[in-house]
């Protein structure tokens, strides 16, 4: 079955870094894009980077735009999030996610907490 299992969260100052990783199984990997989103308490899921099969293209929310980088490791069926110059407003538990077309079904990990702090 298709698993995600994320991790690298944490605690962080302001302007500190972060780096998360999500491992995939269960599905051909490289076949499919893979996004991050997040989640902060009360308010919606929301879409924070996705990136291609190939990795050759990626998206970024406005939000996070020139502070975060996605890349991935298809050899290690790995989603890394690397995460700089973090901001209170980033706390929120992050989830890594895929859609698959075929069975209409969209997938997600467990979620790792990040919390921004001082």
């Known amino acids: 079955q298709v698993q995600f299992v994320e991790s690298g969260g944490g605690l962080v100052q302001p302007g500190g870094s972060l780096r998360l990783s999500c491992a995939a199984s269960g599905f051909t990997f490289d076949t499919y894009g893979i996004s991050w989103y997040r989640q902060a308490p009360g308010k919606e899921r929301e879409l924070v980077a996705t990136?291609?099969?190939?990795?050759?293209?990626?998206i970024y929310a406005d939000s996070v735009k020139g502070r975060f980088t996605i890349s991935r490791d298809n050899a290690k069926n790995t989603v890394y999030l690397q995460m700089n110059s973090l901001k209170p407003e980033d706390t929120a538990v992050y989830y890594c996610?895929?859609?698959?077309?075929?069975?209409?079904?969209?997938?997600w990990g467990q979620g790792t907490q990040v919390t921004v702090s001082s």
């Open positions: 996610s895929t859609y698959i077309l075929s069975r209409k079904v969209r997938y």
């Open positions: 990136i291609t099969s190939t990795g050759d293209r990626t």
